[in-house]
């Protein structure tokens, strides 16, 4: 057990593509009695975080309005951005760690340290949010943040 914590991203597929569409309808029909259902999304695991409490509670305080119930939440472009900068803030001056991205304790969360793991973590944030902000292929894609413990 412990604090798992997942960024999702939600991609729609055109139907317009006619190799999507083939695709997209090959899938439709490898699920048996699936009615009226059509799939034209994609879900993938944009990042995943263990026990990083801190990035946790960023989550909590900045997009789940102070809510921590291990639901789904959007998170928009700007707040990805915006958690990506705070962690290069933290990264580029460890004395503001405390601060900005404080650790949170709780029942299986890891520890609350501001150690070599800590800062590793946020090192992990930024190159995942990197990535996510600069791939074209994320541009019209949606993001969503859970966490289970």
């Known amino acids: 057990m412990g604090l798992d914590m997942y960024l999702h991203a939600r991609c729609y597929i055109s139907t317009y593509n006619d190799k999507n569409k083939a695709?997209?309808?090959a899938i439709n029909a490898?699920?048996?009695g699936r009615g009226e259902i059509?799939?034209?999304q994609l879900i993938g695991e944009a990042a995943y975080w263990r026990k990083d409490n801190h990035i946790h509670k960023w989550f909590v305080d900045n997009v789940q309005d102070g809510k921590d119930?291990?639901?789904t939440y959007y998170v928009d472009r700007a707040k990805l951005a915006e958690l990506r900068?705070?962690?290069r803030e933290v990264l580029?001056?460890?004395s503001k760690a405390k601060t900005l991205l404080p650790t949170r304790d709780g029942f299986f969360f890891g520890g609350t340290d501001y150690d070599d793991w800590?800062?590793?973590d946020l090192e992990y944030t930024v190159e995942r949010l990197e990535k996510i902000l600069k791939d074209p292929a994320l541009e019209k894609c949606d993001f969503y943040y859970q966490a289970s413990w």
């Open 69 to 71: 119930d291990c639901g």
């Open 38 to 40: 059509t799939f034209n």
């Open 23 to 25: 695709q997209l309808d």
């Open 85 to 87: 900068d705070v962690c």
């Open 118 to 120: 800590y800062f590793g």
């Open 30 to 32: 490898a699920i048996p």
């Open 92 to 94: 580029a001056d460890h």
